[in-house]
């Protein structure tokens, strides 16, 4: 029998640009993103007001997005910002991009 693996996302909430930075793991990032804004489980995005995503990493397995986010929170906090303006310069919000696409908003 063939074992299916969950796909695994590594994100980042900010509240501003250049704010304060929360990085995250998750194997849904569109619930997993309404959990933040909503204030539900996570009370340091909830406390910092977290609701712009600028950053999303898409992993076929969610051990190796598990790996990556411990990676990018060991990171200097200029490494992160270099991060990602590298794809998102302008710090604009990704959550209606991730909740209009079919790959991410199923699941």
Excluded at 50 to 79: C, G, M, S, T
């Amino acid at each position: 029998m063939r074992q299916f693996k969950k796909r695994g996302y590594v994100y980042i909430l900010t509240n501003k640009r250049r704010g304060v930075l929360y990085i995250g793991v998750t194997s849904h990032i569109v619930r997993r993103y309404d959990q933040h804004t909503q204030g539900v489980e996570e009370k340091f995005s909830k406390r910092y007001r977290l609701h712009r995503l600028v950053y999303v990493e898409v992993f076929d397995r969610i051990d190796e997005a598990i790996v990556r986010e411990k990676q990018l929170k060991n990171w200097h906090r200029p490494w992160k910002i270099n991060l990602i303006e590298s794809v998102n310069p302008e710090w604009r919000d990704l959550s209606l991009e991730i909740a209009t696409d079919p790959e991410t908003s199923s699941g």
